[in-house]
């Protein structure tokens, strides 16, 4: 600007003029700088500062674990609110974060600070070991090969479940750890679908009526399953992006829903979260998960498509050839097992989550995925092909579970195995020759998909969606599930059913494979 001075004294004037240079001395002001969007690694810092006479030109800003031993960066901007995002960060970690505001005039505001802490990594992913390669499935439905950090490999909440492959060409199915409950409606539930009113709940608190006292005496042939996915080693669920809860809890705000983590992944019981000694249903440590053979085994320990499951085996020698797996697979850091109960409820419940139950295998010469698995994806677990077979038709499928004291020649392996975490030993009844002492004899096992979602044990088509519902007596002890292809609307992911454990026709087997180590994966692969 300019300005101007005349001076007279009545008879002479005199003027003047000069230039005036405005100077700014009035600092910039930030009023709030607020974490946004925090992730494991990534966080943004939204900024909002006044506007002054120079305007705005620039921000400085710094961030570490050490503030004092942080770097000074800077970001070009003119706006008075922007946002701030940062990269590689380290989960579970706590960070501080300053910025200040720099205008025209080079006047810099007073350094504003904060602190946040980025969120920890849920370890869910499925553990690839040395042996086995991911596989999916491209658009025309064959089979490629693909690597762990496929983002598309799997997205459990879209039906879309792991998938890998052996050497020999046998493919494997992951299930994810997970905490669940049941809610039981006095009407029928379809799809997993609800409606009426609620009598029950299967959950952290055991069996409970609708008031949440304890109880069995309500039906429980119409319920619906609800799953949580959890850390690969602690108790925490999700919800949206973020783990919120602590499943060992009953009720509140960490536990509302009173889910319950599924057995088959934990080495706690329902009732105190203490080792069970009386027969495992479970593991020995908290695990992320296991791998499932996609169908039915055949001869040659191999789980493929279009063959014939393998049958005349004993209780006793699925139980051996179980443990063989990881290592004629060439399977490093593992174990593997013929399929327990706890495992084969642990693969119901998800698939009832997930809405529809698989259509049944009707082959009467127990051929696997029904010749065609492509073909045939409505028979597998999910609808679609990245679900597992055979779990409803084809041929019953022996399991490594039976009654605590009752034994035949067939299941020496099982017998001698019984305190272990291979085999899943069940209670017998006052009189263990009767199928509902027996059952009546294990109301508080849980997990296993059976007493849960059935109305009595005694070979009655009285389990959910009309499956057979027939426990272990005194000369038939070893379990059995899926029913066969001649069981029609009997057979099902929850029949169950007994056989001696000895060589038949209608009797196949079921592999898993679980690994001691496990594996980092972000939120995002499961959102």
């Not at 060439?330 to 419940?349: H, L």
């Not at 007493?451 to 009595?456: A, D, I, K, M, R």
């Not at 079921?510 to 594996?519: G, N």
Request: net charge neutral.
């Amino acid at each position: 600007g300019s300005i101007s001075a005349t001076v007279t004294d009545g008879t002479n004037t005199l003027t003047a003029n000069a230039s005036i240079t405005n100077v700014d001395n009035i600092i910039p002001i930030i009023l709030t700088s607020t974490a946004k969007n925090i992730t494991q690694q990534t966080a943004d810092i939204n900024v909002v500062t006044t506007e002054n006479l120079s305007g705005i030109v620039k921000y400085m800003y710094k961030y570490g674990t050490d503030i004092n031993a942080a770097v000074w960066a800077e970001k070009a901007s003119t706006a008075t609110t922007i946002d701030i995002p940062l990269t590689n960060l380290t989960q579970l970690t706590a960070y501080t974060f300053e910025v200040k505001a720099v205008d025209k005039a080079g006047n810099e505001s007073t350094v504003k600070q904060i602190q946040f802490t980025t969120l920890e990594e849920i370890k869910f992913k499925p553990v690839i070991a040395a042996g086995l390669t991911p596989i999916k499935w491209n658009s025309s439905n064959a089979v490629i090969t693909t690597t762990d950090k496929d983002t598309e490999w799997f997205n459990y909440q879209n039906k879309k479940w792991a998938n890998a492959q052996t050497a020999d060409g046998s493919m494997w199915t992951w299930i994810p750890r997970y905490a669940y409950r049941i809610i039981y409606y006095d009407t029928p539930v379809t799809d997993n679908v609800g409606s009426g009113n609620i009598i029950g709940y299967s959950d952290n608190r055991g069996l409970v009526d609708a008031s949440g006292n304890p109880s069995t005496s309500f039906s429980r042939l119409n319920g619906r399953v609800e799953v949580v996915f959890l850390g690969s080693t602690n108790f925490k669920y999700l919800e949206g992006t973020n783990y919120v809860g602590d499943v060992r809890k009953t009720g509140g705000t960490d536990n509302p829903n009173n889910y319950v983590v599924h057995p088959a992944f934990s080495a706690v019981r329902r009732t105190g979260y203490t080792k069970k000694v009386d027969g495992n249903f479970g593991w020995d440590a908290e695990i992320s998960g296991f791998w499932v053979s996609k169908f039915e085994m055949s001869k040659g320990c191999a789980s493929k498509s279009g063959v014939t499951s393998e049958r005349e085996i004993t209780s006793s020698a699925i139980f051996d050839e179980g443990k063989k797996i990881a290592a004629t697979r060439k399977i490093t850091d593992g174990d593997s097992m013929a399929m327990t109960n706890t495992q084969w409820g642990a693969v119901a419940y998800l698939t009832k989550a997930m809405g529809k139950e698989p259509f049944i295998n009707p082959s009467s010469t127990y051929i696997t995925g029904n010749g065609d698995y492509i073909t045939y994806e409505n028979q597998s677990t999910t609808g679609n092909v990245t679900g597992i077979y055979d779990m409803s038709g084809s041929a019953w499928e022996m399991l490594s579970a039976y009654i605590v004291d009752l034994y035949t020649v067939h299941m020496d392996n099982l017998k001698i195995n019984k305190d272990t975490k291979y085999v899943d030993v069940y209670s017998k009844g006052d009189t263990p020759e009767d199928r509902t002492s027996n059952y009546q004899a294990n109301t508080d096992k849980y997990g296993d998909a059976q007493y849960e979602v059935s109305s009595n044990g005694v070979n009655n088509p009285m389990g959910w969606s009309g499956d057979i519902s027939a426990f272990p007596f005194a000369t038939s002890h070893v379990f059995c599930r899926g029913g066969n292809y001649g069981a029609k609307s009997g057979s099902g992911v929850f029949a169950f059913a007994t056989t001696p454990g000895q060589p038949d026709d209608f009797g196949c087997w079921r592999r898993s494979l679980r690994f001691r180590q496990h594996t980092v994966n972000t939120l995002k692969y499961f959102i």
